[in-house]
């Protein structure tokens, strides 16, 4: 009777970002697959924004659930915003770019990203295992697409073959790991598997923890983290330039999501067993990500080894457990800053490298002489992402740092300091091409922002730099809020 019964108005949002995606798919086929569309990227904005503001006024925070399957609560209401308007940057950043590609078919481009949204969204919502895998899947099935856009391309079809084939195998390692539990429990649900989880381990240790390390192998993929971020520099080189920032950004912040409930929920009796291990990963994964961005000269591979290293930075709280909702606020608000420092990064370098043709670091070159602005914001984007003071990323790394000396992990604290100290220096290396380099002869001295770019680089700046002056807006939130009630 659940069917009847349940209350689906709760999945209002989705069902209303699902109608936009269709409806803008259909669009796109009713006024020929040719020419320049602007307006379709305009709705889709307004699709995101108006799903956005569903999450916030529909739900509220109020905390419900479909049979323990869907649930509605502050943690997710927290997220699905986060997704939604970082996607709804990402979409900023793809107006210009899809202008200058024909091959690129807006319409199915636009419908794509808001299909991998939904399914973020079903993600962070996901109190059941089958949903929760449902959820990743549209999510990842759309990525692989996204990723292989431009088909007559040979790095992007690259891209996409590596992406799938390795994507693949994560799935397949989450959901051998979610057979092991469910065939123990005999359910899916997470709440009920917390509730069985610390006797199960005492008669099936090694079951268990078979199942555990599966399941932290395929998420491990999903957020890029060492060693199971083979896929990510290929892939984010390979991919369409918007493509890379929603990977880089949207689709480790949702996978973040769903870690923490997993873990959290299912797995928090045993945190004994695994706190320790992921404080390993997260280690390693800092150093060999900083390490290995050293030597990248292509810009988007250096930020694909910047966004495994900003991972690390990421599970350091997870490791660090004090209190469940200490560990969602932390990691919160620095996936917020996160978001909003890579995109805003991401789309200077989307504009810098159609102009310039080029991917390679030089390509910035003299750019404060041809673009102030965006020299100026893009300076900030990177020095927040090194975790300089007076920046959101400052903000977000302080707050880590702090939550791992109370839970006793001075060692961890001391690896993201190093670490946070070799990133200036590939950072200051991009930084000092803008500055202190002279443009080529043949480039043009000025550039021509467009107003897409132009939005998505200010809202992410204003917020960059707000929350690095302003932190207290958001932390006094986090902090007096009860994320999950289940």
């Known amino acids: 009777m659940l069917l009847f019964d349940a209350n689906w108005s709760l999945m209002t949002p989705e069902i209303v970002l699902a109608a ?9 086929f009713m006024t020929g697959v040719k020419g320049k569309k602007p307006f379709i990227g305009r709705l889709s904005i307004v699709a995101l924004l108006t799903t956005a503001a569903l999450v916030v006024g529909w739900n509220g925070a109020q905390t419900a659930s479909i049979g323990h399957m869907f649930v509605v609560d502050p943690f997710s209401t927290a997220f699905k915003v986060v997704i939604l308007v970082g996607v709804a940057l990402v979409i900023g950043i793809s107006m210009y770019y899809v202008d200058r590609h024909p091959d690129m078919y807006q319409g199915e481009f636009y419908s794509l990203l808001l299909f991998a949204t939904l399914g973020a969204m079903l993600m962070v919502s996901s109190l059941d295992l089958i949903t929760l895998f449902i959820g990743l899947e549209i999510l990842s099935i759309s990525a692989y697409c996204l990723a292989g856009f431009r088909k007559y391309h040979k790095k992007s ?4 073959v590596k992406y799938v084939v390795l994507g693949g195998t994560a799935s397949a390692f989450i959901l051998y790991g979610m057979s092991f539990i469910y065939g123990l429990t005999g359910t899916t649900s997470l709440v009920d598997i917390g509730g069985q989880i610390g006797t199960l381990f005492e008669a099936y240790p090694y079951l268990v923890m078979m199942s555990l390390l599966f399941m932290i192998a395929g998420f491990g993929f999903k957020i890029s983290v060492v060693p199971f971020h083979m896929w ?3 892939v984010y080189e390979g991919a369409p330039t918007p493509v890379t920032a929603f990977l880089a950004a949207i689709s480790k912040v949702a996978a973040f999501a769903i870690v923490i409930r997993v873990f959290f929920i299912g797995f928090e009796g045993i945190y004994e067993e695994w706190g320790f291990l992921i404080a ?6 800092m150093v060999v990500g900083n390490l290995i961005a050293l030597n990248q000269h292509n810009i988007k591979r250096l930020m ?3 966004g495994i290293a900003q991972a690390g930075y990421l599970l350091v709280p997870v490791a660090a457990f004090v209190t469940l909702d200490m ?3 932390v990691v919160l608000f620095y996936a917020i800053a996160y978001v ?3 995109l805003g990064a991401f789309a200077v370098i989307t504009f810098v490298t159609e102009k310039t043709g080029s991917e390679d670091i030089l390509s910035f070159r003299g750019l404060y002489h041809r673009s102030p602005f965006l020299a100026i914001a893009m300076s900030a984007f990177l020095i927040s992402l090194a975790g300089l003071p007076a920046t959101a990323g400052f903000t977000g790394k302080a707050w880590i740092f702090f939550q791992a ?6 060692w961890l604290a001391v690896v993201m300091i190093v670490m946070s100290v070799v990133s200036f220096f590939y950072y200051f290396g991009i930084i000092s091409q803008m500055f202190m380099k002279e443009p080529d002869e043949d480039v043009v001295t000025r550039m021509s922002i467009p107003v897409s770019t132009a939005s998505v680089v200010s809202v992410s700046l204003v917020v960059t730099i707000g929350l690095g002056f302003l932190p207290f807006l958001l932390i006094n939130l986090f902090t007096s809020m009860n994320w999950m009630a289940f």
């Open 20 to 28: 936009f995606a269709l409806l803008i798919f259909t669009i796109d």
């Open 157 to 160: 079809t690259e891209s996409a």
């Open 232 to 234: 990510a520099p290929d």
């Open 280 to 285: 390993i990963v997260a280690a390693v994964t």
């Open 304 to 306: 694909a080894y910047s």
């Open 327 to 329: 560990t969602v606020s």
């Open 340 to 342: 909003m420092m890579t």
């Open 405 to 410: 000396i109370s839970a006793g992990l001075l």
